[in-house]
Nanobody, 119 residues
Framework: QVQLVESGGGLVQPGGSLTLSCVAS????????PGWYRQAPGQERELVAA???????NYADSVKGRFTISRDNAKNTVYLQMNSLKPEDTAVYYC?????????????WGQGTQVTVSS
């Protein structure tokens, strides 16, 4: 059974930084496409960033230049480095793992971690 465990959320001041981590178990992580989504109160869940098995990345326009997604296949882990955080980045951040071409029907979610940007 696939499990995703996130960590690294918290409270940070505007302009600060946080790094989120998500460890996957129960799957061939290196073949999968991990990503980060977020959901603010009263809003729909949105894609923040994703990274393919080949290392190609995709970012929401609102985070380009500030956030960096990376993966460590040896540790079955995906990271989201968040810099220059803004109050509008406040949301619950969810780790997602899609099977991509390897296993198209796979789509797994973590439990979410709260990120609050406030002074």
């Amino acid at each position: 059974q696939v499990q995703l465990v996130e960590s690294g959320g918290g409270l940070v001041q505007p302009g600060g930084s946080l790094t989120l981590s998500c460890v996957a178990s129960g799957t061939f992580f290196r073949f999968y496409v991990p990503g980060w989504y977020r959901q603010a109160p009263g809003q729909e869940r949105e894609l923040v960033a994703a990274i393919t098995s080949g290392g190609s990345t995709n970012y929401a326009d609102s985070v380009k230049g500030r956030f960096t997604i990376s993966r460590d296949n040896a540790k079955n882990t995906v990271y989201l480095q968040m810099n220059s955080l803004k109050p509008e980045d406040t949301a619950v951040y969810y780790c997602n793992l899609k099977g991509g071409d390897y296993s198209p029907h796979d789509d797994y979610w973590g439990q979410g971690t709260q990120v609050t940007v406030s002074s």
